[in-house]
């Protein structure tokens, strides 16, 4: 086609959609607020830039940088194994999300919703529960190992791998499925499935009208979701550092020993750099295939109704439940079982009963008082601390991420443009670790106030993206027929559009809370002494085997970051 | 020869009993209202959905059970289904490739084809950057090209404005019938359906209830329904019958009138009651069309209704209807009423007649020299040769 033909269609196909060119201009408010993203985003890269020239002005102090931390083998080894570990890590979760999300587009069975709920997972379960419930499941004394102990009269547990590569891409793989799943299923169920058919009519058998009529459509979306997931392992930072150490180790974790550990912050800004690019291609690589996936996620063409899953498609569903019971479920139930189980002493028996959580809130008993119960005279138990630190730097972290993904979403609104979506992803570029190590560089003193402000920042770009996605499908026709009866432009406002898009807010502000909760980067990294919200106090617990308060602990974070389960516009979030 | 025999299928609030019969090169349509099971129709026997029972035979091949790609039989979808990755050429080629034609014969193939339906200039380019016009023209020659013995059609046009809707839809059935196919059409559209129909099949709640020549059809519909949805003409229902017999006379809200013959033969007809086995002044039981609507277009119990065309009344000036009707005794009947709302539509006025006691009015078209005013009460004459008995 000829490029005047390829503009007439696609003006013919803006104006189809509504949006005329100049509605997809951003204007001198949009402008503004993009502007405000990218600062927000670039701020700390441009810090790590600053830093990493060690002391030597200029551009060739950054080249030394940047060439004396490429040459370091550790660095090389440290991007290779994050490289392979994100790779294989987002093969798995494609392996076991793809089933699922086959099942979820093509059959209704009892349980789908659950299914495709449990996509709000990796946003609303920090890691660190993740990395204690595979601990207790899948470890040398876990669940697992002690059943196959059991049932099989094996002298030593059979399964030994979760310290190494495979058990990291294995927590990756499960706990990042979810989202292929969303992501595959819903984009499959509105593919249309007459082309597949029309394929069929035409003398295709059934895999070959899948490939023509169905993969294509599907590829970009599989390839946004596995980018997706590469990019959260290619970030993952506690993960790595409880099963790292015998496996390897990622550039997120090298930054935070040479910032931390080796008290090195040029070296740690010169990682940081060649962290987000590398993490840069990844992204463009998301935008484009988001542009492409697009097209799939319309609703076209006719779509058939979900049918029953019988047959094969039972048993396949059967396999499917089972499998996601024993590897995805049971580390969850471990977790739960083992908040309530109170041991005495390592790995001995125990009972069920809420002395973990007591000894939390209360402190523990004293060493040597066999009294069964809990001395209720003890010191106070770091719990409350806890979770008061976490309250105290997520709501007002959540806060000011619902303010600013708030305005840039409002003045965004009905802007399409293939420079905006591309910069709006640049800062899924930058991770949580690069993000406080960034901003301490521009605020070196460690405060809590820096990490409420690292942690807004980190759940900027999912706000934005949430909340633009709502926006985006709030229908705008009853605010025109407010006006049309006489209502003023706020009082339209007030009265109808508010209460469309209130719920997309509370979403976006429940899904903010939830990240700035659930994170353990900037408290580890940027946290001030005594500074100890209930992430952090996780993470001490299982490093120090207390496995059963780390539980307990990890339930009432759970309970914390759950709340956007009670959201009702969860769809937003995958947006 | 397509025979469908008792094709079951189901799904909660639906099922479907399908019989009927194209012969080999017709073009037959399917018409009905939306969600009467027309489309589900089609998908059956292309073999996209499982039915529950029955037959389906095309040229004597029993088609049940094979898979759709066995079953040569192509399918255009309503939104044409096109695959946006491959070229026109690559669309059109699909078929043949599959069926292992040779580079240079799908080549050629695709060239033939192009120029038969005007899209050799599109050959190159990607479905996403055709008009809906030239998009229905690829998903016709793609399917032609895959050689199938029977082309369903679901709603081919109904993506496309009026003009070219009208434009194409001669285009469709000229195309089909060089390449020697028979084809099944799907459409809601009556006069869609008139235009390209060898056979015409009307559907109604998932059966077909009349099926044959479109123009014998509109005619003579065999049911009140096929009249209501051909929209033919008024329904008067029929309160009692004063005498049977091949002209038989029935009280109706409007008078008596006489109609030009009974009810359809129907061999139901004769065990229920019936306006023509009912004896001289039988009560008819009242009841809505839908209680009684018939089953594979059998009229078995239910309203029975006279039924003409809308154009078929005339309206005379003063009396002279009145006396036309009495002195032409066994031409015409005297259709007596009150005119409410009329309106001007070009050469006809269509205008409401309400029955001289009250009652639900019936709608007519007279010449559009005839201007009643509201309330104005009417006499018509009306050949006895266009009034039915219909259920």
């Known amino acids: 086609m000829s490029r005047a033909g390829d503009r007439a269609v696609r003006k013919a196909r803006a104006s189809e959609a509504g949006v005329s060119p100049a509605a997809q201009r951003l204007g001198l408010p949009g402008s503004l607020a993009l502007g405000l993203m990218l600062v927000l985003a670039a ?19 950054l080249l030394k940088s940047l060439g004396a931390a490429l040459s370091s083998p550790s660095t090389l080894r440290a991007l290779d194994f994050g490289l392979k570990e994100a790779g294989a890590s987002a093969l798995l979760a494609l392996a076991i999300g793809l089933p699922g999300a086959y099942l979820v587009a093509r059959h209704e069975f009892p349980g789908r919703r659950l299914l495709k709920a449990l996509a709000g997972l990796p ?19 876990g669940y697992l190992n002690r059943f196959l102990m059991a049932a099989f009269g094996l002298a030593e547990p059979p399964l030994g791998f979760l310290y190494s590569f495979w058990g990291l891409v294995l927590v990756h793989g499960f706990y990042n499925f979810p989202i292929v799943l969303q992501t595959v299923g819903d984009a499959w169920e509105n593919v249309p499935r007459d082309r597949e058919e029309a394929a069929r009519t035409l003398g295709a058998g059934r895999l070959r009208a899948f490939a023509t009529g169905i993969l294509p459509s599907l590829l970009p979306v599989i390839l946004q979701a596995s980018a997706l997931v590469f990019l959260f392992c290619f970030f993952s930072f506690v993960v790595v550092l409880v099963f790292g150490p015998l496996g390897g180790s990622t550039l997120e974790v090298e930054i935070f020993r040479a910032a931390r550990m080796s008290a090195d912050p040029a070296g740690a800004a010169a990682l940081s750099l060649i962290e987000t690019a590398a993490a840069l291609l990844v992204v463009l690589l998301l935008t484009a295939a988001e542009r492409r996936g697009g097209e ?57 009963g809420f002395g973990n959580f007591a000894r939390l809130l209360f402190g523990g008993p004293q060493r040597g008082a066999e009294t069964g119960g809990v001395n209720w005279m003890a010191p106070q138990g770091p719990l409350l601390g806890a979770l008061g630190d976490s309250l105290a730097t997520a709501l007002p972290a959540a806060a000011l991420a619902t303010v600013l993904g708030g305005v840039a979403a409002l003045l965004l609104r009905g802007k399409r443009s293939r420079a905006m979506e591309t910069a709006l992803s640049l800062p899924l570029a930058v991770s949580g670790i690069v993000l406080a190590l960034g901003w301490s560089f521009l605020f070196p003193r460690a405060n809590r106030l820096l990490v409420v402000l690292v942690e807004a920042m980190a759940a900027l770009p999912f706000v934005l993206r949430s909340l633009m996605a709502a926006l985006a499908a709030v229908d705008r026709t009853p605010l025109l027929a407010a006006r049309t009866l006489g209502a003023g432009r706020l009082r339209a406002a007030l009265d109808i559009e508010a209460r469309s898009i209130l719920p997309a807010f509370l979403t976006a502000s429940a899904f903010a809370f939830s990240i700035a909760a659930g994170d353990a980067s900037a408290p580890l990294l940027i946290g001030a002494p005594g500074f100890e919200p209930l992430p952090l106090l996780v993470y001490r617990l299982v490093g120090s085997y207390r496995f059963p308060e780390a539980c307990a602990a990890g339930i009432v974070l759970a309970l914390v970051t759950g709340l956007v389960f009670f959201a009702k516009d969860k769809d937003a979030l995958h947006a | 020869m397509l025979e469908i025999r008792g094709l079951r299928f189901s799904r909660p ?3 479907l009993d399908l019989d009927l019969e194209l012969p080999e090169g017709a073009y037959g349509v399917l018409l009905g209202a939306s969600g009467c099971g027309k489309s589900t129709a089609l998908r059956l026997v292309a073999g996209l959905l499982e039915p529950e029972g029955g037959s389906v035979r095309l040229a004597g091949r029993e088609l049940l059970g094979l898979a759709p790609e066995r079953r040569r039989v192509g399918m255009v979808f309503q939104d044409y289904a096109l695959f946006p990755q491959l070229s026109v050429r690559r669309n059109i080629e699909y078929g043949p490739r599959l069926r292992g034609a040779a580079s240079e014969e799908r080549r050629k193939l695709s060239q033939e084809l192009g120029k038969a339906f005007r899209i050799e200039g599109l050959l190159e380019r990607r479905p996403a950057s055709l008009s809906g016009g030239e ?31 009208r434009a194409l839809r001669g285009e469709i059935r000229e195309r089909i019938r060089d390449a020697g196919l028979s084809a099944l059409h799907v459409t809601h559209d009556l006069e869609e359906a008139l235009a390209i129909a060898d056979r015409l099949f009307i559907m109604d709640g998932g059966r077909v209830v009349e099926a044959g020549d479109p123009e014998a059809i509109y005619a003579r519909p065999g049911s009140a329904f096929a009249a209501r949805f051909l929209g033919r003409g008024p329904l008067i229902p029929v309160t009692r019958i004063i005498e049977s017999g091949p002209r038989p006379l029935v009280l109706t809200p409007f008078g008596k009138l006489r109609a030009s013959r009974g009810l359809p033969t129907d061999p139901a007809a004769s065990e229920t009651e019936s306006c023509t086995s009912g004896a001289s002044g039988t009560e008819l039981p009242k009841g809505s069309l839908a209680e009684g609507r018939p089953a594979n277009g059998s009229p078995t119990g239910g309203q029975c209704y006279l039924h003409f065309g809308a154009g078929e009344a005339r309206a005379l000036p003063g009396s002279s209807a009145a006396s036309i009707a009495a002195d032409a005794d066994g031409v015409y009947n005297e259709l007596s009423g009150v005119a409410g709302e009329s309106y001007f539509l070009g050469t006809t006025r269509r205008v409401s007649l309400r029955p001289p006691a009250g009652g639900e009015p019936i709608e007519l078209e007279l010449g559009p020299e005839i201007r009643p005013s509201r309330g104005e009460a009417l006499v018509l004459v009306l050949p006895i040769d266009s009034c039915i008995l219909l259920r």
Do not use: H, W
Request: charged residues 15%; positive net charge.
């Open chain 2, 13 to 15: 609030g639906f099922s």
């Open chain 1, 43 to 61: 701020a700390p890269v441009a810090a790590a830039l600053f830093r990493a020239t060690a002391g030597e002005k200029g551009f060739l102090g």
């Open chain 1, 123 to 141: 946003f609303c379960v920090p890691p660190i529960l993740v990395v204690l419930a595979f601990v207790l499941y899948f470890g040398r004394n």
């Open chain 2, 135 to 165: 998009q229905q023209r690829v998903a016709l020659a793609r399917s032609v090209a895959a050689r199938p013995e029977l082309l369903l059609l679901d709603e081919p046009l109904s993506s496309l404005d009026a003009a070219l809707r």
């Open chain 1, 296 to 352: 799939a996620a319309k609703k076209t063409g006719t779509r058939q109704p979900r049918s029953k899953a019988v047959g094969p498609a039972f048993v396949f569903l059967v396999v499917y439940a089972v499998f996601l019971l024993v590897f995805f479920a049971g580390p969850l139930a471990a977790l739960l079982a083992e908040a309530f189980t109170e041991r005495r002493g390592m790995g001995g028996g125990g009972r069920l």
